[in-house]
């Protein structure tokens, strides 16, 4: 019975030609990436500690998988360690530092930007209810960028670490790592970043970036959901959260997952070669989006940084709009997208980011989020770009 409607749901989406523009959200695994993982599940199945020739074969994956993760951040094989997805990461990174530092040199203060990602956001948040940190953060520019020139300001001899966005999930400003990374290394301070919406766009050499710590999520990237890795720079202690076997560094134990992350380096690999074909296919797809409907929505806005902004990503505000309300009947129209806010229904407040940008409420509560792919045609985007001013015709307020 149950198997039965699941299917009649499927037939029903694949007969109303949707159209999915929140590749910020999730990817669609990628073909070759599925590919590669089929057979961990059933042939190649043991497990990567075991002494045997099933256990090495399956050692011999995981291996494989980082050397290509490795060779994208430009780091050592012992400084990727695989998680479970980017907020496993996140929370490795924050927290894992955090208790480190505190120990070693009494640092008890962390620094972060108020875009971040909650994962982020509310793992520092945790840090300062449970563990008593002090957190603190970094101011912004209209565009949600950090400021790059408060930063020495802040930072303290006790601050245990740096948090920054590398490319923002909700309106896709790029934040500039690289600088941000070259401060605190002059003053010995950890420095993470969450590259989980930035790997498929923007570069990840971590020596260039000068980072610490970076987070990877393999389903922002077309692969798997239920796997991500940290970069960890050797040399930096971290307190594992996860604790129990000798995985990964003695870093992160559990069994790994080997098929997720034989995908997971599957589509690492498929990023770094077709990096420049999929912005070059996307951005101009996105120029000419914003640009439509900048020029055709009146009371609109574009949130984020007009430049400084992964190509894929386009996000809006429209005055007097309920943006649930927007949402569904873009979804009606077949149209997947998404809001700045993370409310469902009832209770319609803000998004956190969208205030921080100072937005009043009236055009706060009336955001979207359109994310582009590799599976975006520049029909669909025209067919959008028609149907979208007439539903907001239709449904704003005070019209
Ligand atoms: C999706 C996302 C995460 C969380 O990654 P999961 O693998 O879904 O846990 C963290 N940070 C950013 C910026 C993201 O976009």
Known sequence: MRIAKINFKMNKINKRKRVYLDYGATTPIDSRVVASMLPYFDQDF?????????????EGAVQNARDIICGGLN???EEVIFTSCGTESDNLALRGVALAERKRRNANHILISPTEHPAVQNTAKQLA????????YLPIDEYGKVKLE??????????????????????????????IGEICKELDIPFHTDAVQATTYLT?????????????GAHKFYGPKGVGALYKRNNLQIVPIQTGGQHEFDLRAGTHNVPYIVGMGEAF???????????AHIKPLRDFLINSILNSVPNSKLTGHPVDRMPNHASFVFENVDGNELLMLLDVEGYACSSGSACRSGDPKPSEILKSLSLDDNWALG????????????NQIEKFCETLPKILHRIRKNN
């Open 46 to 58: 043991g497990n990567p500690s075991s002494i045997h020739a099933y256990g090495q074969s399956a």
């Open 129 to 136: 209810s449970i563990f008593g940190f002090e957190i603190e």
């Open 75 to 77: 780091c050592q094989q």
């Open 150 to 179: 408060k930063i020495r300001d802040l930072l303290r001899k006790e601050t245990a670490l740096i948090s920054v966005i590398y490319a923002n999930n909700e309106i896709g400003t790029i934040n500039p790592i690289q600088d």
């Open 367 to 378: 955001s979207l989020r359109v994310t582009l792919g590799t599976a975006t045609t520049r």
């Open 204 to 216: 990840l050499d971590v020596k260039d970036l000068n980072v610490d710590l970076l987070s990877l």
């Open 269 to 279: 690999k498929i990023a770094q070669i077709e990096r420049l074909t999929r912005i």
